[in-house]
């Protein structure tokens, strides 16, 4: 089942909320006033099932403009919106300013809904399809299928749910799930027996139950302790979906609109932003240096003053790059599309992107600055690198690979990825013959399916150490080579992923189980080794009433890697502390006799033959003794 996020973009009363109750039979207006007032005041979210089993989480943002903020944080991870326009009224302010916002954040898969079409005739219907044709051409619009229908009668939804699907099927491309999720916020409020719960839609990667993310820009570790898409508890979620997640460590009162749950010190604050700016064809407004704005992107809403890097000013129509100097700190990535709207009257005058999310203060019209965000915008040879280095997360990639790629030299590969390894985007791994390169999405990824992975086998084996490494590699990692695989670990043990004991992995906070059924087992194996002495019992024709023998050889295991016990040979056991008698005696007999015999051992701990030969063969194995040629006959090694 994919999930697919839904908008409702329009103007105020063109009947967004009716449509979406039509569509899902509930209210998306939650609070009091709205429903008072008619209109949508803060974000509204539902969802229904489409009929290829998809779900579709659908949100309903505020048309009216005073509102627009809110609108933009609905826009977060939209798949799909739905333009609906009155049937009665047409194309109206807040509609072309909703649509200059959807264009400028990314937003290109759009289906037009002519609403209301019960109130009209046949013949205004034509006039008014036809004006939206004609203020759409031009626009990323211009081709968006139209529904004509009505959210009061029901007219024309069957073929609307049909056209969402048909749409989403086809055309929605699946979000990364395997890279390092990231959670806008949009609302926080507390439970009561819960404590802080926040929601939003998750952009990026996958967040599990029991996870500590951070949340940006407070600078707060929390921990995930539940969570809910669509009202469903659920142990994960991935990115496109809507979810709730109950957090603890952080208060309600410290979380706003606009902060960003994601994997710690993953993300930095910044008061500065390096951007490409365009100005809406549209926009009444040239923007000048120093103009302040409000900007938006993700969640965020926040001051800020532009400083024009490249130009004196920015007309309708024209784009530079530009220095957002916020009056808040934000946590935002590469890439982030954004808004801005004019200080006051507040109108959308234009967005863009981001090219450097943490830039010192920059001066302008230097040459040197504006040529770094002209490579910044097309991608830098360390940015194709980093798209290589990600490419191979399940086998790393060296130096030498990667200049073959890139047909760029060594020195220029090695100085790339030294800037990439200092921004934290990857780590190195130096071997005898050539470096490997890691991102440290896959390296979060890794550690995340590691600990996952181990948490299970933990639950599945409460008396094992862990997991043996070499089955990890043949699960997990079987296309990594095994130093690079040891290297990996390593790392993974150092930053606090892992822990390792001799072969064994386990996680952090993992401690064997011993309780009464280890109390039972281990009591039963010690009084029968130390009752049988010499005369050595065979471990399978022991009886642990009760007991399954996988549990029985898991704490024989422990007594064996706690040296309480020795393996003798095959089927039989003892205590430790026996074979080290036995050791002492028989490198005193060898003192006196240069030649011990099974008869001789067999006498000295008055066992039987049975029992004599495996004492030697032990020393054999330790290496006290050793044979002279006769299979009886052993000196010293």
Same mark, same amino acid.
């Given at each position: ?174 979000k990364d799930t395997q890279t390092v999720p990231r959670l806008p916020i949009d609302r926080a409020f507390t439970l009561s027996g819960f404590g802080t719960v926040i929601t939003g839609t998750l952009v ?122 916020l009056e808040e700190e934000v946590a935002v990535k590469r890439g982030d599309k954004f808004v801005v709207r004019f200080y006051s009257p507040m109108e959308t005058i234009g967005g863009g992107v981001v ?33 290589h280095v990600k490419e191979h997360a399940d086998t790393m990639i060296t130096l030498s690979e990667l200049a073959k790629i890139t047909v760029l030299s060594p020195e220029e590969v090695a100085e790339d ?63 990594? =080579?095994?130093? @690079?695989? +040891?290297?990996?670990?390593?790392? $993974?043990?150092? *930053?606090?992923?892992?822990? !390792?004991? #001799? ?10 189980? =011993?309780?009464? @059924?280890? +109390?039972?087992?281990?009591?039963? $194996?010690?009084? *029968?080794?130390?009752?049988? !002495?010499? #005369? ?102």
């Amino acid at each position: 089942m994919k999930n697919i996020i839904i908008g409702t973009a329009g103007h105020i009363d063109h009947g967004k909320t009716t449509l979406i109750k039509a569509l899902t039979g509930r209210n998306t207006d939650r609070w009091e006033e709205e429903q008072r007032r008619g209109i949508t005041i803060d974000l509204g979210f539902t969802y229904f099932d489409l009929p290829n089993g998809d779900r579709a989480g659908i949100i309903d943002v505020p048309g009216h403009e005073k509102f627009i903020n809110n609108m933009v944080a609905g826009v977060v991870g939209m798949d799909l919106v739905l333009l609906v326009i009155a049937a009665d009224e047409g194309i109206m302010p807040q509609t072309r300013e909703h649509m200059d916002i959807l264009h400028l954040l990314g937003i290109e898969k759009s289906i037009i809904v002519l609403n209301k079409c019960d109130i009209v005739d046949e013949e205004w219907l034509e006039l008014v399809e036809e004006e939206v044709r004609d203020e759409l051409e031009g626009t990323f619009l211009e081709k968006a299928p139209i529904a004509k229908v009505s959210a009061a009668t029901g007219q024309g939804l069957y073929d609307l749910v049909n056209l969402i699907s048909y749409m989403t099927s086809d055309e929605v491309i699946s979000k990364d799930t395997q890279t390092v999720p990231r959670l806008p916020i949009d609302r926080a409020f507390t439970l009561s027996g819960f404590g802080t719960v926040i929601t939003g839609t998750l952009v990026s990667g996958t967040i599990s139950k029991e996870d500590v993310l951070e949340m940006y820009p407070i600078g707060k570790e929390c921990k995930i302790r539940s969570i809910q898409v669509h009202g469903e508890d659920k142990k994960e979620c991935y990115a496109g979906q809507r979810v709730a997640i109950n957090l603890s460590n952080v208060k309600k009162k410290e979380i706003h609109r606009g902060c960003v749950l994601a994997p710690p010190g993953n993300m930095k604050n910044t008061d500065l932003l390096d951007v490409k700016l365009n100005v809406l064809e549209s926009s009444m407004r040239v923007l000048t240096n120093h103009t302040r704005l409000h900007f938006f992107t993700g969640t965020s809403e926040v001051l800020c003053r532009a400083v024009l890097l490249d130009k004196e000013e920015i007309g309708p129509g024209e784009s530079g790059y530009v220095q957002l100097r916020l009056e808040e700190e934000v946590a935002v990535k590469r890439g982030d599309k954004f808004v801005v709207r004019f200080y006051s009257p507040m109108e959308t005058i234009g967005g863009g992107v981001v090219l450097e999310p943490n830039p010192g203060v920059k001066k302008r019209f230097r040459e040197n600055v504006i040529e770094e965000l002209r490579q910044k915008e097309s991608g830098s040879s360390a940015d194709i690198i980093e798209l290589h280095v990600k490419e191979h997360a399940d086998t790393m990639i060296t130096l030498s690979e990667l200049a073959k790629i890139t047909v760029l030299s060594p020195e220029e590969v090695a100085e790339d990825v030294r800037q990439l390894e200092e921004e934290g985007r990857v780590c190195t791994f130096a071997m005898r013959k050539d470096t490997y390169v890691w991102h440290s999405d896959s390296e979060h990824m890794a550690a995340q399916m590691l600990a996952k992975a181990l948490k299970e086998y933990e639950e599945a084996h409460p008396y094992r150490y862990g997991m043996k490494k070499a089955e990890v590699q043949m699960t997990y990692f079987k296309k990594m =080579k095994p130093n @690079v695989f +040891d290297r990996m670990i390593e790392r $993974l043990e150092e *930053t606090g992923h892992i822990c !390792r004991a #001799d072969e064994f992995l386990c996680t952090p906070d993992y401690e064997v189980r =011993k309780d009464a @059924v280890y +109390d039972k087992v281990s009591g039963k $194996l010690l009084k *029968t080794f130390e009752k049988a !002495r010499f #005369d050595f019992v065979r471990y399978t024709e022991i009886d642990f009433t009760g007991i399954s023998g996988d549990v029985t050889d898991d704490i024989l295991n422990i007594l064996l890697e706690e040296k309480q016990i020795v393996k003798v040979t095959d089927d039989m056991y003892t205590l430790a502390s026996y074979m080290e008698e036995a050791k002492e005696k028989i490198q005193a007999k060898l003192k006196e006799d240069p030649i011990i015999t099974i008869a001789q051992v067999r006498d000295i701990f008055e066992t039987s033959r049975k029992s004599a030969k495996p004492i030697l063969e032990y020393m054999d194995s330790i290496k006290v003794t050793k044979k002279t040629g006769a299979e009886s006959e052993r000196i010293a090694y």
